[in-house]
């Protein structure tokens, strides 16, 4: 892996590039489509898409050729600043073999997505050292109500390079607001659940876990060494598959050298529950004296926080009203 990278911070009049990597498109509403180009506008950029990002087969996805032509023309185009994925869906990990890292390494740009996007996120920190942003995609912006938190996360993560405090947002809302978007309900959070105290430095290295875990065993893996680890997953995902997939990573011989671990808020269609979490938490011996916080609003919840993958953090883990967790990128 090359020295960490931080690409360079986005600034209005920057054009911003959609490319789909995953699933096409062609399923997001053009009502969303619409609502957030109009609002990265607002914002000062300029958005474009890949050629292929309308294109789709009988997965709802392009062939591997399309994927990587748009991923290495936004990398390559000298105009483009900024990538966001699409949305996400189930096979990005198809497309590792084929990326040119190298010029990804000569064109270091912002990469943000989530979700399916953690494959290729990781691989290119792996590969690269380019910091990438696990953060919303393209078709967030889309999001009308309750995006202020999502929106303000995003921004102190990719414009500025001043140290940034991940704070719990004050609601959260999981209604499929791709569906409807006038019908929305969000509940008061109380802030961080601590499951484990104590302070702890190191490098964010995570994402969706079980996308995360598909790259165990390859050359894309991305090292746990002195590692903060952020790790969430989606309504898909219940208790006994969290517990075997989060016990699998946890076998990686560096395992060993996590030094934290923050784990994103559940959906409620998981029907995960708070002390199924800390029962998870407290079988593990290998979290055994690290810090250990949940519900941190990132990943498949609204609204959600943009994390560098490859940056560094500090957390301190005391309670509910005290927990900090301070990012630091250069």
């Not at 790790?231 to 011989?253: A, K």
Request: glycine share 8%; with cysteine; net charge negative.
């Amino acid at each position: 892996m090359g020295e960490r990278m931080l690409p360079n911070r986005l600034i209005p009049g920057d054009e911003i590039r959609v490319i789909a990597p995953s699933t096409s498109m062609a399923l997001v509403k053009g009502k969303q489509v619409e609502f957030a180009i109009e609002r990265l506008t607002q914002l000062g950029f300029q958005v474009t898409f890949g050629k292929n990002v309308e294109d789709h087969d009988e997965f709802f996805s392009t062939s591997i050729e399309q994927r990587i032509e748009d991923l290495h023309q936004a990398f390559q185009n000298s105009n483009v600043r900024g990538i966001l994925t699409a949305t996400g869906g189930y096979n990005a990990n198809q497309l590792l073999n084929y990326i040119d890292y190298d010029l990804i390494k000569a064109n270091p740009k912002v990469f943000c997505g989530y979700s399916d996007s953690t494959a290729i996120q990781a691989a290119i920190y792996k590969k690269t050292g380019l910091i990438t942003y696990y953060g919303p995609f393209f078709s967030s912006f889309g999001i009308k109500s309750g995006f202020d938190y999502t929106l303000q996360s995003f921004l102190e993560a990719v414009t500025n390079d001043a140290p940034f405090d991940v704070n719990p947002s004050p609601t959260w809302s999981d209604d499929p607001w791709y569906s409807e978007q006038e019908d929305r309900n969000f509940v008061d959070q109380i802030g961080y659940l601590v499951h484990q105290e104590g302070t702890a430095s190191g490098t964010l290295i995570g994402g969706n876990l079980s996308t995360l875990n598909l790259l165990q065993g390859t050359k894309y893996m991305p090292p746990l060494e002195d590692s903060i680890l952020f790790i969430e997953d989606d309504e898909e995902t219940h208790i006994y598959n969290f517990d075997r997939q989060l016990q699998s990573l946890l076998h990686l011989p560096d395992a060993k050298g996590i030094k934290g671990v923050l784990i994103g808020r559940f959906q409620t269609a998981s029907n995960v529950t708070e002390a199924a979490v800390r029962k998870v938490i407290s079988s593990k011996r290998e979290f055994k004296n690290i810090p250990v916080i949940t519900n941190v609003n990132f990943g498949h919840v609204q609204p959600m926080a943009t994390i560098p993958l490859g940056a560094r953090a500090t957390i301190s883990a005391t309670g509910t009203e005290t927990t900090k967790i301070t990012i630091e990128q250069i």
